[in-house]
């Protein structure tokens, strides 16, 4: 495996209002400075532009060079958080819809899943143990993030052996500080979006702890 480095899991001021002092034009300079490869934007239920994109990265990869960003989003569906990684629209995936719902419009568009803190006790959400059937179309679970540690983490390694996901880290940072604390080894740095979701379909990928300090504490998002 090579050694480029993705935070798959990051917030920011501009469309997570849990996430006030994570200015987007903070992103490029903290994942530089924790020598990651680079990084995916996952608001919740909202997907920057690409044109947006491209403006963050010209605002602020002055002398950073090598720092990637990548568009995703953090679809809050009825009882998970999913992570999704090369979805063109979330015209069809509202929140609060059916996970299966995500699962089939992922799959229509190619794009990749990743369950997000699978064990975070909040509102509707329930661990995918409640969830016995949902195996194929998820492709990654998270087993390393600012919100899953220690014992979470370990029993998110074995439920992703059993069910054939492939294991995926990333920070959650709601606060500039826990931008890549956890992230994702992948062997090439992939080109875009859909480039990546290939990856994690594939399983071209692995999780990787960059901090073992603990993570600043956050409050619980309203989305
Ligand atoms: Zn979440
Ligand atoms: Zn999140």
Redesign the pocket.
Known sequence: MGRFILDL?M?TSRY?PCAPLLEPEMLISRLHERGLSGGVI?E?DMLWSEDELQELIHSSSEGVEGVRLYRGV?ISADHA?ILAFGLESLAETPRGCPIQRVIDVAREQGAALIW??PYLVYRNMLSPEHFPDIRLGIHGLEVSSSMTKGDDSKRAKSLAQERGWHMTGGS?A?APENVGIAATEFPFLPQDEKALAQAIIAGQCRPKVLSTKSSTPRKK?SS
């Open positions: 899991h917030h997570s996952t919740h953090e958080h997000a803190h959650d709601h998002c």
